[in-house]
Every structure is written in C-alpha cells, then in structure tokens.
C-alpha cells in the first residue's frame, strides 16, 4: 500500500519548516552582538540535500589527512542527518586585526601580528593561522545566537567545526573567511546528532538500512518467491 | 502582611538574575566537551577599582577609558558584574592550525606572552568556547529583561588587577537594574562641541564636496 497523502504532506511540511527555522536561524546569527559594532560574520544556508552530501563527502575526505581528525567521519555521517547546515564565517580575522593590542594571539600589537608568516593553506591544516582572536572571537556571539535560538524553537542542532573547515575548502563561503565553524540543524522526531555509538561511521541508520533492508529483503524474496 | 520595598526586590531579582547568568554560563554550548569556563561575580568596589583602571588608560586606549568612566556612573545604581576566564592552552587537541600553529602540542609548547590585556598565544576554541558561556549569560541577562551589554575592556581590567586569577583569556558581561538603559545612546559622556571636533577630526573629508567644484 502507498504511504497515506497525509504523511506526504507531513513530510512536505517538515522540510517547509526546516526552510524556515534555518531562515530565522540565520536572523538571530546575524544580530547577534559584535565586539565595537564592526560588521564580521555571514553565515550561508546549505539545505540542498546534494550540497550536503558534497560537504559530507569532504569532511570525511578531509578525516585522512590528520590524525586528529578521526572523528571528522563520524561528523559526516551525522551531517548526512541533517536537514540544512547553517556555515557561519569571521570575514576579518584573517585579513582585518582588531588593532588593540590585546595580546590574544600572542604576539603582544598587531603590528607584530601582521609581520608574521601564516600557515600554508594544504592538507592537515584547517585554517591558515595565526588568525586574530579578538575579532574572531565574534564567531563565539553568533553560533551562540543560532544555539540559543534553536533551543528557543525547539530544534536540533549540532556544531562542526569539521563542515566549517570543509566548506572553507570548498569555496562556499566568502573569499576572506579566515575562520568558519557550522551548525547543522534537523527536524525529526529523533535528534541525529545525540547518542552517538562508537564506530557510527560505519554504524549508523543509512549503512543498516543498506545492509539489512537494502540487501537482505531483496536476496530473501528472490529465494522465497 | 509584610510589605517589601520595589528597591530591595529590584536587587534581590539582580542577584537571582545574576545567578542565573552563571548557570546559562555553566551549561552553555563548548567545543570538546569540556567546561574549564571560570566565572566570577564582582562587587562594587572590585567595580570601583575596574572603573578606576580603565578610565587610566586613557591615554593607550579611548574605548577603556569610555567604559572606566561609564562604569563609576552605573555603580551608582543595581548592577553586576560578571568576568569570565578560561586558560590558553589547548586540551582540546584539534590540531585545526587556527592559533598559527600545526599541532596543538606546539601551540601548547610555544613560549608564553605577557600583557595587561591577556596571555597569549591562545587557543582559539577555547576563546570561542570562552565567549559562548559569555553570550548565553548575555543572552539570559536579555531574556530576564535587565540591561546587559558585553565587555572586553572591564573584563581586561579585571585581568590587568589579578581581580580574576590563574586565567589567561577573558571576557565580561555587565548588567544593570537602572531606570533606563545605561549600556547605549551613552550621550551625556560628551558635549555638542566636542563630538563635532572630535568628528571633524576623525572625517575630515565629510564635509569636502568635489575637489574643484564651485559650491
């Protein structure tokens, strides 16, 4: 029997509300405060179910490269969950220091900071530091105000700096993003990104599905039909 | 029945608001899964000596002596302070190369920086994790209705007077009971005259209209 024209259009409407919940999302970001009122982060809605499948598909590309960064698999298949990933950039981290002198990154001015040689951008490096942590610090406001928000209306949410990375390297996001973190967000009735198991990568809902539905039944009816 | 006074419910509820801001704080979002977060609330004469250092640093900084002068007006009425603190170090080991550094390991090696304003280098997670407990006590500050306004310059002189110790970054949130909001439109700091020299100074080309043109 087909699924009921009203589930249909419950799904309809989950993904609807995904839309909107990411808009509004991205309003609480976006007003956010800033440190001295200067304008710092954007932040772009993924919702595509391709575009998140290709930042998945990077994170976990990216899980080779860095030893610390085993856990960027587990990150993508719970990426894979979500319904939309909210990216959110510090456009003047990297290029624009606060000049005042506060000593965060340790290099006492910033005319010292801007004397000195940044990491090369290639494999094993997410973000090409020193970054200036005054400024990118404004981040913290606004992936705070899209956290808030999402408890706010009810919404699951979780935070990778791994799809941040990711879609830096992607050229999704601004030219100047020095430093980028995401917040993917889910409408469904279990939150994906909560009571992860150890080796979700390789165990998780999509890879059961394949192995005992997708492989299985199909094997089972040849035989028993 | 006994009958309390508008004034001292007013400063009991900033106290429980106070609280409150510490708790969001507490359970805020962090990266790693971990709460190193310090959080201390300081009182009128810690406020007094903060006021007192900022406004001295007018020379080196415009913006701390604002804030040092506006701060000796707001402990004039119900406020709080609220300085957060985290460590540089990174125990995260992200190894995201964010602090300049390839390896957490190296970051962690590298030699340390004195100043007033903060240790660094610093990890710069930790820094966000830091100002995320920060903005969820702003963000309960809002939602409870009082005047809240976020600090770096108070927190820094907190920092520079060893107010909050074994720390190396901070940040500060300071809310306010008043009758009207104190932390925006702060005009009464200055005069007419001053803010049009001031303006002037700072924009000469404002009021330049085309070189060459006839006005």
Excluded at chain 2, 197 to 215: D, L, M, N, Q
């Amino acid at each position: 029997m087909s699924i009921e024209r009203s589930m249909k259009q419950f799904e309809l409407d989950r993904k609807e509300s995904v839309r909107l919940a990411a808009r509004l999302l991205l309003a609480s970001g976006t007003t956010s405060p800033r440190v001295g009122g200067v304008g710092e982060c954007t932040i772009h809605i993924v919702e595509d179910e391709c575009e998140i499948e290709e930042l998945a598909q990077k994170v976990e590309g990216m899980a080779e490269e860095n030893t610390a960064w085993k856990t960027f698999r587990r990150d993508a298949a719970m990426l894979r969950d979500a319904d939309a990933v909210l990216v959110i950039t510090s456009l003047r981290c990297l290029t624009d220091p606060a000049d005042i002198n506060c000593n965060m990154c340790g290099r006492l001015t910033c005319e010292y900071y801007r004397q000195v040689e940044r990491l090369p951008a290639g494999p094993g490096v997410a973000y090409t530091g020193p970054l200036c942590v005054f400024r990118a610090n404004n981040m913290a406001y606004a992936i705070d105000a899209v956290i808030q928000q999402a408890r706010t209306m009810g919404i699951d949410y979780g935070v990778f700096w791994s799809a941040g990375a990711a879609a830096m390297r992607m050229k999704i996001v601004p030219r100047d993003t020095g430093f980028c973190v995401a917040v993917a967000i889910s409408v469904t009735e279990k939150s994906p990104f909560r009571d992860i198991p150890v080796k979700y990568d390789e165990m998780n809902e999509r890879t059961m599905n394949d192995r005992i539905i997708k492989r299985l039944w199909p094997q089972f009816r040849s035989i028993y039909s | 029945m006994a009958i309390i006074e508008m004034k001292d419910m007013v400063q009991a509820g900033l106290d429980r608001a106070v609280e409150m801001m510490a708790l969001a704080a507490h359970n805020s979002y962090r990266f790693g899964n971990r709460n190193t977060v310090k959080c201390i609330s300081v009182g009128k004469e810690e406020m007094e000596q903060i006021a007192e250092f900022a406004y001295s640093l007018g020379d080196m900084s415009p913006l701390a002596a604002r804030d040092g002068r506006f701060l000796r007006d707001l402990i004039k009425e119900p406020c709080a302070l609220l300085i957060f603190g985290d460590k540089r170090k990174s125990d995260l080991n992200f190894n995201c190369g964010a602090c300049g550094y390839r390896t957490c390991a190296e970051l962690n090696r590298a030699e340390e920086m004195e100043s007033l304003t903060a240790r660094g280098p610093s990890c710069q997670f930790k820094n966000i994790s830091l100002n995320i407990a920060t903005n969820a006590a702003a963000s309960m500050a809002w939602r409870l209705g009082l005047h809240c306004r976020v600090f770096s310059t108070l927190a820094m002189a907190a920092f520079a007077l060893q107010i909050i110790p074994d720390v190396d970054v901070v940040a500060s949130v300071c809310v306010s009971a008043a009758k009207v909001d104190p932390f925006f439109d702060r005009h009464k700091f200055w005069t007419q005259e001053h803010w049009d020299e001031t303006f002037s100074k700072e924009f000469p080309t404002f009021t330049r209209g085309f070189i060459g043109a006839v006005e």
